[in-house]
C-alpha cells in the first residue's frame, strides 16, 4: 500500500548520501551539448530584448562541468505526483492545455521529447538557479517550497525555460562560473500570471472547485500588471 512505499523511501532516503545519486560528466562532446541547449535557450521576447541587454544579459553560455543526478527516492515521490496529474486529467472533460508557442525553444522541446517525457502532461526540462550551498539539500530532499522567499508569482520553486533567466537567480552572476539545474517538470493544468501575486501561497482554483486547483502557474513575456518594469522578461 501507499504507506509501506512511503516508509519505504523514507528508509532509502535516510540511508543515501550525494555520491549514491550523482555522478560526473565528463565528455566534452557532451558538455559542449549542454552549452549549444542552454544558449538556445535564450530565445528572448524581441520586444524586450532591449530591457534584458541593458541588464547584462548575454546571448551565450558556456558549460565548463556537469553531473547527473537521479535520486530514486525523489523519482518515486515525482511519478506519484504525476500520476495524480494523470487521473486528473482523465476526469475532466478537455485536456491539458498545452504551453504557447514559443515559450520554449525548439531545441528543449525536442531534447525533452528525446528523453521520453510526457509531453501530454507538460512534462519539460526546465532550468533552476542556485546558490552552490543549496545544492547538497536538493540533490537530497528535492526542491522544496517552504524554504523559497516569495517571488513575483508567490510562494513556490521557480523554473525558466530561458537559462539566462535562470541565472539571475545564482549567487555569482554573469562575471563568473553559476549553478544551474536542467530538472525534469511537469506542469500539468497551467494558470496564466496577469499580474504580480507576491501573497499567493499555492495555484488558484481550477473550475471554480474550492478543492481542484492548477497544477502550476506561469508567466510568459509580456505586459503583468503591478510587475516593477511593466512586463515579464
Known sequence: DWLALLKEYQDMSAQLTRRDVSW???????LWKFSEL????????????????????????????AFRCENPCLLGRYRQTQAQTKVKQSHKHYPVEPLPAGLICPELQAFSRNLGLDLDINEYMLVHGTKAEHLGSIILGGFDCRFAKSGYYGRGTYFASQACKSVQ?????????????????????????????????????????????????FAAPGPIVSHDQGHQT
Open 169 to 217: 537567480y545564482t549567487d555569482k552572476g554573469w562575471d563568473s562560473q553559476n549553478l544551474l539545474i536542467l530538472s525534469c517538470v511537469t506542469l500539468g493544468y497551467m494558470h496564466r500570471m496577469q499580474a504580480v501575486d507576491r501573497d499567493r501561497g499555492r495555484p488558484p482554483e481550477f473550475g471554480g472547485s474550492n478543492i481542484d486547483l492548477y497544477d502550476s502557474v
Open 38 to 65: 542552454l544558449s538556445a535557450s535564450m530565445n528572448h521576447a524581441a520586444a524586450f530584448t532591449p530591457t534584458r541587454r541593458d541588464k547584462g544579459c548575454r546571448s551565450r553560455l558556456q558549460v565548463v562541468s
Open 24 to 30: 560526473n560528466i565528463d565528455s566534452s562532446a557532451e
